[in-house]
């Protein structure tokens, strides 16, 4: 058996790219994929329009929807709120139209790399604190007979990119390095607005590492609005394709 996830992320309802978000709308109603998860900054500015906009678009796809939240997901404006319930409004959205994925092939176990405030600029860069790493670890050592693969989901990706230098990802070597060894079959992240697939070494371990671009108008580096296709069988047998789609952004 197989199942059959498409992988979104980093749509930032806001500034979302309409007709990206409609090439995925008739891939959904077309394919029915088992589920669609996305990896993060789903809004913006996280503003409450923003998080409407997301729910309704999520709920018209009809099928089983996976989140996690982004660095764009904290209230931008309110700081109050940011300071004191920062995914207050992620968790509305994930209880209106969130959940988790059952599947007899793959489990999707989510690693938080998202924080409220943090030491340094920019803000929007990653941070996996050891408590976040703690609650993944503990999930994926119960996942360690179990023969469905095992996919980690997390906004950031663990690493930067190969050969640029220093990690934006604070924690995230050390991230990559215990995930490797607890024996996920691959991570899969959002963040850069640039896809990759690809095994990546670090600490004498080797894991799969999967990224997507956006489907939002942020552009970055030529890459145009993407998701994949990811199928998933048992024993760790993933297989990922990438779709572009047409953006809505006029060429200059
Ligand atoms: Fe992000």
Redesign the pocket.
């Given at each position: 058996m197989t199942t059959r996830l498409f992988h979104l992320s980093?749509v930032h309802f806001g500034v979302e790219d309409r007709a990206a978000l409609e090439a995925v709308e008739r891939a959904v109603a077309q394919e029915k994929p088992d589920a669609v998860l996305c990896t993060?900054?789903l809004t913006q500015r996280a503003k409450h329009s923003e998080y409407e906009a997301a729910a309704k678009w999520f709920e018209s796809l009809g099928v089983p929807v996976v989140l996690d939240p982004?660095?764009?997901d904290m209230p931008y404006y309110n700081l109050w709120e940011r300071f004191s319930d920062p995914y207050k409004r992620y968790r509305r959205l994930n209880g209106r139209v969130g959940g988790a994925l059952v599947s007899d092939d793959v489990v999707l176990v989510p690693l938080k790399t998202?924080v409220r405030a943090q030491p340094r600029l920019p803000w929007?860069d990653?941070i996996i604190t050891r408590s976040a790493l703690g609650e993944t670890l503990d999930r994926l050592a119960r996942l360690r007979e179990d023969p469905r693969s095992v996919i980690v989901t997390a906004?950031?990706p663990l690493l930067g990119a190969e050969g640029k230098g220093k990690n934006p990802t604070i924690g995230g070597a050390r991230a990559f390095e215990a995930i490797a060894a607890a024996g996920a079959d691959a991570v899969i992240s959002?963040?850069?607005?640039v896809p990759f697939d690809g095994v990546r070494e670090f600490g004498g371990l080797s894991l799969r590492t999967i990224g997507t671009g956006t489907l939002s108008t942020r552009l970055r580096h030529g890459a145009p609005p993407s998701y994949r296709v990811i199928t998933c069988e048992r024993g760790g047998k993933i297989a990922s394709e990438l779709r572009e789609v047409a953006t809505s952004i006029a060429p200059a």
């Open positions: 980093d993060g900054d982004g660095n764009h998202t929007s990653g906004h950031h959002g963040h850069i607005h």
